[in-house]
T-cell receptor, first 112, second 113 residues
């Protein structure tokens, strides 16, 4: 089955710790995106990548980092510089020439 | 940037009722999508509808691009329709890097039996 997977489903972070959220897709999509969702809010763009080895900051990139070494994978690292990381994180992908985005199941990040 | 506003913020229905959700946007857009987020957080694409009307079963959507709004109709609602409905419009990214979605805050629908 083609789709987008995210892991883990739940993640706990201690103060000062970096954590990495995984996003993998087997849809052969060129573009991948990371969004953050806070309670009662819509999604906001953190980072996006159009092709391998290239990525760009979105609206709220501070305190986050990404890599795109493979077409299928776009991991997001939440660094200790992100002071309010508790949120629901969603990964998405799309064909570059089309605008419809498909979303993974999400990762809930909580701070201990 | 483009602003996306959805109304109403919350909606409570009895099973079998019909409803209309509205999405207003502040500027011309090339694309508009409706999503349903289920109670587990999964976002499901409902419609890609930059203009015109589309129907899929009990759901239909209409976008009037010239007047900058879109409507999502749910007929004969069921408990499984519960969740949050988001409207999102496309924003062209810098350096022709494609598009990203600008989301409204959503309408939370609760359908009771």
């Amino acid at each position: 089955d083609g789709g987008i997977t995210q892991s883990p489903k739940y993640l706990f972070r201690k103060e000062g710790q970096n954590v990495t959220l995984s996003c993998e897709q087997n849809l052969n999509h060129d573009a991948m995106y990371w969004y953050r969702q806070d309670p009662g809010q819509g999604l906001r763009l953190i980072y996006y990548s159009q092709i391998v080895n290239d990525f760009q900051k979105g609206d709220i990139a501070e305190g986050y980092s990404v890599s795109r070494e493979k077409k299928e994978s776009f991991p997001l690292t939440v660094t200790s510089a992100q002071k309010n990381p508790t949120a629901f994180y969603l990964c998405a992908s799309s064909i570059w020439t089309q605008e419809t985005q498909y979303f993974g199941p999400g990762t809930r990040l909580l701070v201990l | 940037g483009i602003q996306v506003e959805q109304s109403p913020p919350d909606l409570i229905l009895q099973e079998g009722a019909n409803s209309t959700l509205r999405c207003n946007f502040s500027d011309s857009v090339n694309n508009l999508q409706w999503f349903h987020q289920n109670p587990w957080g999964q976002l499901i694409n409902l419609f890609y509808i930059p203009s015109g009307t589309k129907q899929n079963g009990r759901l239909s959507a209409t976008t009037v691009a010239t007047e900058r709004y879109s409507l999502l109709y749910i007929s004969s609602s069921q408990t499984t329709d519960s969740g949050v409905y988001f409207c999102a419009v496309s924003q062209t990214l810098p350096n022709q890097a494609g598009t990203a979605l600008i989301f409204g805050k959503g309408t939370t629908l609760s359908v009771s039996s």
